[in-house]
């Protein structure tokens, strides 16, 4: 039997970028699995769950007296996101001001995911997966949910459908069509046709743009690590490379420093951009 191959520059890169969406079973007839992308669901999933949890402990040892640090923080948050809501959009925001808290929250936990050793998850995941009696190199998994292009599609798909609620419940179904047809050009009938395509063209920009940010974003952060990991592990492979690891390690932390603030930019841009499209959908033209 041949010895299996360390995996190249190539081989490395392609197998942290593919998703797991099979786990190895025969799959039921009624359900295609390989569609979904396991990974990013179940990681999305469980921090989602996790920001919830931490923002219901919040609550509950909520304290009117001098807050503790954990309190502080969280009090500092909320006061930040309902600013922004405030200011932006105009009438009830009992729903929208916790709903762009949950999104910053949640989005800053699955950046967050991006700080962790590259190797560190996908080999925790490949014993599991080869002692369940499978091939560890078909050990697929991708722990960035918002590096995953379906992931943030959909989340910006879901603030286009809050955007159309909004859009009929402030305006009315019937002034909401109207405005479909009549918004910006005017209400001339000749104009219908082109107000209802330009709104079209609106509402898919807007969407596309919205997840395509935050996944072009993360997606390149995810590959620069996957590259500086690539370099520190050089030195194993060359001779008298020891340089290489020392620069691989020096190249991570301050990539992993400064990507901290991304993670935390695209988290905040996506909720105000979340804040700004409903509150455009409160206005009427």
Known sequence: MAAEHAPNASEYIVHHLTHLNSLGHKQAALVDWSVFHLDSLFWSISLGLLAVLILARAAAKATSGVPGRFQAAVEILIEMVESQSKSIVHGDRSFIAP???????????????DLLPVD???????????????????????????????????????????????SIKIKGLGGWIHELFTAPFGAHPILWPINFAMQMIEFVAKTVSHGMRLFGNMYAGELIFMLIALMGAAWAGTAGSGLLWL????????????????ITLQAFIFMMLTLVYIGQAHETH
């Open 99 to 113: 709903l762009a808290l949950t999104v910053f929250v949640w989005i800053f936990f699955m950046n967050a995911m």
């Open 120 to 166: 560190l998850l996908p080999n925790i995941w490949a014993s599991i997966y080869g002692a369940a009696g499978h091939d560890p190199s078909h050990a697929y998994m991708r722990v960035v949910p918002t590096a995953d292009l379906n992931a943030t599609l959909g989340m910006s798909l879901g603030v286009l459908l809050l955007c159309i609620y909004y």
């Open 247 to 262: 620069g691989g390690v020096f190249a991570g932390t301050i990539w992993a420093i400064f990507h901290i603030l991304i």
